[in-house]
């Protein structure tokens, strides 16, 4: 079936540098990604989100990039600080009959060390 | 405030013994879901809804129920839970009934089947 994949479950790097997160998907028709951010004992927060006709969009210290001719996508984090340790996770609607179904991929752990 | 609220958070229960979790949210969204998160399996949907009296399955519905008599609310049943039921479970809500905005997670809740 279809799914959405990470190429690094963990990722470390030091407070002050950019991170980049990356996410495969296998699905030709999503045409909707979201990225989530989730905390320690929380619930997944949403932090930006990117429709398939555009292939870069911008946030506060964040930025997601989508290309389409590899089905890859990816999260980048500017000067990532130590609140921005958490697990990150890409998120593919396939839109057409399946708009209501939402796949997660596995999760990257990311850890900012002071 | 604006929040999607879960109960029980916590819960241990035995095999057979039918449980609801409920979901309820206070933004009047018209989309809301369910997701279980596992280890290295990341969130999976269960099931979803458009709209009052529409639901449909997500990806993993086997073994679950759900109702949405009422926008607000959301519950999710486990008629005669198993082991393999044992899970952290979320709900989540979106304003928009194609799932194409920001999902707003409640905090999530975990469940034990002895």
């Known amino acids: 079936g279809e799914s959405v994949g990470l190429h690094l479950p963990t990722l470390s790097v030091q407070e002050g540098d950019n991170s980049i997160i990356n996410c495969a998907y296998s699905n030709s028709a999503s045409d909707y990604f979201i990225w989530y951010k989730q905390e320690s004992g929380k619930g997944p927060q949403f932090i930006i989100d990117i429709r398939s006709n555009m292939d870069k969009r911008q946030g506060q210290r964040v930025t997601v990039l989508l290309n389409k001719t590899v089905k890859h996508l990816s999260l980048q984090i500017a000067a990532t600080q130590p609140g921005d340790s958490a697990v990150y996770f890409c998120a593919e609607n396939a839109g057409g009959t399946s708009y209501g179904k939402l796949t997660f991929g596995q999760g990257t752990i990311l850890t900012v060390h002071p | 405030e604006a929040q999607v609220t879960q109960n029980p958070r916590y819960l241990i229960t035995v095999t057979g013994k039918k449980l609801t979790v409920t979901c309820s949210q206070n933004m009047n969204h018209e989309y809301m879901s369910w997701y279980r998160q596992d280890p290295g399996l990341g969130l999976r949907q269960i099931y979803y809804?458009?709209?009052?009296?529409?639901?449909d399955k997500g990806d993993v519905p086997e073994g679950y129920k759900v109702s949405r008599k009422e926008k607000r609310n959301f519950p999710l049943i486990l008629e005669s839970p198993s082991p393999n039921q044992t899970s952290l479970y979320f709900c989540?809500?979106?304003?928009?009934?194609?799932?194409?905005?920001?999902?707003?997670f409640g905090e999530g809740s975990r469940l034990t089947v002895l």
């Open positions: 989540a809500s979106s304003w928009a009934r194609d799932h194409t905005g920001e999902l707003f």
């Open positions: 809804s458009m709209n009052v009296e529409v639901t």
